[in-house]
């Protein structure tokens, strides 16, 4: 990320649909993304996450919750089990992760959508953990928020804080999405002391 000392990796998509024990159909997509930290002093991560995003006016009024999910969510070769679907109310009633990351240190977390899933309401799924400076990278998306999130301009400074957001597509068929929203979901920040 720039010149951030901060490097994002984000895995592909995946997902799954599945039917609660009310009868109720939902689709969930998730990303795990790994989060390095490349200097040589300690920064501390934060992400939160609201306990309900709207889809864009287009669509309608619906909304869907974007969730942290176990790590057993983004380990490969993993099947979902019932058990991991049963926990998934307890992720939503904790939106949000506060970590110090030593230097060297790497931080791996799955952030899932969920949603409801009907004939007529398209897909919401992640895509990447990005730094709020890259706004020119996605000048196509939807960005939520204000200036006011935007990166401080000299990042290593003690104090400073580097915005994160969250992409989000809307309506995606074989990887392409027909719109995006950049949602602002925390921040690294590198401590006085």
């Known amino acids: ?21 009310l009868g109720m159909k939902y689709g969930m997509v998730y990303i795990t993304t790994t989060i390095i930290n490349d200097t040589t002093i300690p920064i501390d991560l934060q992400f939160a996450f609201s306990q309900e995003y709207d889809y864009p006016t287009a669509y309608g009024e619906e909304q869907y919750n974007v969730i942290l ?18 926990e998934l109310p307890k992720f939503i009633d904790k939106p949000y992760l506060d ?3 030593k230097p060297n240190e790497e931080c791996v ?10 004939a007529n309401l398209c897909s919401a799924s992640p895509y990447a953990i990005l730094e709020y400076s890259d706004r020119g990278n996605f ?3 939807e960005w939520a928020g204000n200036q006011d ?9 003690f104090g400073a804080k580097l915005a994160l957001g969250l992409q989000v597509g809307f309506c995606t068929v074989g990887g392409q999405y027909e719109s995006c929203k950049i949602i602002p979901c925390g921040h690294v920040s590198y401590p006085e002391n």
Do not use: H, Y
């Open 69 to 86: 999910l176990s790590k057993e969510w983004g380990l490969n070769g993993v099947e979902i089990t019932d058990s991991m679907i049963n």
């Open 139 to 141: 000048p196509l998306c």
């Open 149 to 157: 999130q935007e990166s401080n301009p000299s990042p290593k400074a």
């Open 1 to 21: 990320m720039k010149n951030s000392g901060l490097r994002i990796e984000n895995a592909p998509t995946r997902g799954l649909g599945f039917t609660d024990s």
């Open 99 to 101: 970590k110090t990351l």
């Open 109 to 118: 977390e799955t952030i899932g959508i969920l949603r409801p899933s009907r």
